[in-house]
């Protein structure tokens, strides 16, 4: 369908007398929705809006052949061309900021964007505190705390964004956020997605952590163990995290270089955290996981995952494995409960997650800080 292009002049004309743009047919074919070309232009437009609003953008876009793109355009572009790589599953990617989360996904290999500019965990940590409620975000803490103590905590982080958190109730206090405001931007999209809100996450080869909280978390397992929270993924997942912001801009050099975006991609320039194995089923009493782990020099590991634990095997960045698992009583990886296969390594190795899906922290609270206290010991190797 060309005719849309064929009226480009006339509607040139008629509108010369006020800004306009002119792009690509989103609909090229009455099968076929193209909205990249309609997403640069609003999001090149977007730019110049932050240009005048803020100081010092001006020289950034005079020095840019760009201009200034907005970061979720950036994300989209390179979780597009993750999931249009070969491989079964999508791609999704979570940034947790100070003022905005962001989610994109790419789900048979259609991308989808969603963005929150009420949810952060510095300059919005108020109206997030407020969109999750302090109950949520108790059934992530080791000890009581009131709704009040809470508050005066969001509003101290929306005085002093930037500050790190002072002792270990603070630090556990900025997790739970995390994990909530995830859940919480999840939900959200799960009805563009058409996934009911009861039904698990679609199914994921790779997940990417964001922001200075997941992707510069003190151990790189931490920031895994707060998305598998959060997300709860089935299956055999890759993760990855973007502890140098590198994300944002390589998906804007997409538009000159592709070659340098899909260098960087491909060559370390994200933090491979590592494979997490994410059975499926209500976990057993005794085993949830019993793997085998095979290394290149034909070393052989045996180890049992219980039910309710999870677990890091250290397998360095870039090295693989034959591992060999048999699920517990009730629980299934992939459908299946017996799976021989070789997987990669990276900064945790590999996560054995046995605590089935979907999971829910213990109610109680001496059951909860036991939990807990393993989770984070579990993950950190």
């Not at 290394?295 to 890091?312: C, D, L, W």
């Not at 017996?338 to 109680?364: H, S, V, W």
């Amino acid at each position: 369908m060309r005719g849309n292009e064929a009226l480009r002049p006339l509607a040139a004309q008629l509108l010369s007398k006020n800004q306009h743009l002119l792009t690509r047919n989103v609909r090229p074919s009455l099968s076929a929705e193209d909205l990249r070309a309609a997403e640069l232009e609003l999001s090149l437009v977007y730019g110049e809006y932050v240009t005048q609003r803020v100081g010092g953008f001006t020289e950034i876009q005079e020095a840019s052949e760009m201009g200034v793109l907005a970061t979720a355009q950036s994300y989209s572009n390179v979780i597009r061309y993750l999931g249009g790589l070969p491989g079964n599953g999508g791609v999704l990617l979570i940034d947790v900021g100070s003022s905005t989360t962001t989610l994109c996904a790419s789900i048979d290999h259609q991308a989808y964007v969603d963005i929150r500019n009420d949810l952060g965990l510095g300059h919005s940590a108020v109206t997030a505190m407020n969109a999750i409620s302090g109950e949520n975000i108790r059934r992530w803490l080791s000890s009581e705390i009131s709704d009040n103590d809470l508050q005066d905590y969001a509003w101290n982080k929306v005085a002093r964004p930037s500050s790190a958190p002072q002792t270990g109730g603070d630090l556990e206090i900025e997790y739970a956020m995390a994990r909530e405001l995830i859940r919480l931007i999840t939900k959200d999209s799960r009805a563009r997605w058409k996934i009911p809100e009861n039904q698990p996450l679609p199914p994921m080869r790779q997940i990417i952590g964001a922001g200075s909280l997941l992707a510069q978390a003190i151990n790189p397992g931490i920031g895994a163990l707060l998305i598998l929270d959060a997300l709860q993924p089935t299956g055999i997942v890759r993760l990855q995290l973007d502890p140098y912001g590198v994300i944002p801009a390589l998906g804007g050099i997409a538009y000159i270089a592709p070659k340098a975006t899909v260098q960087v991609l491909e060559n370390g320039g994200l933090l491979d955290v590592g494979t997490a194995i994410c059975p499926t089923g209500r976990p057993p009493s005794g085993a949830a996981i019993t793997a085998t782990i095979t290394y290149a020099n034909g070393r052989s590991e045996k180890h049992v995952i219980a039910g309710g634990q999870i677990k890091t095997v250290g397998l360095p960045v870039g090295q693989k494995a034959q591992v060999t698992m048999k699920m517990g009583r009730g629980m299934r990886l992939n459908g299946r409960a017996n799976l021989t296969m070789q997987l990669e390594g990276g900064a945790a190795g590999i996560i054995f997650d046995g605590r089935g899906r979907p999971f829910y922290p213990p109610k109680k609270t001496e059951d909860r800080k036991a939990a807990l206290q393993g989770w984070y010991a579990g993950v950190r190797g």
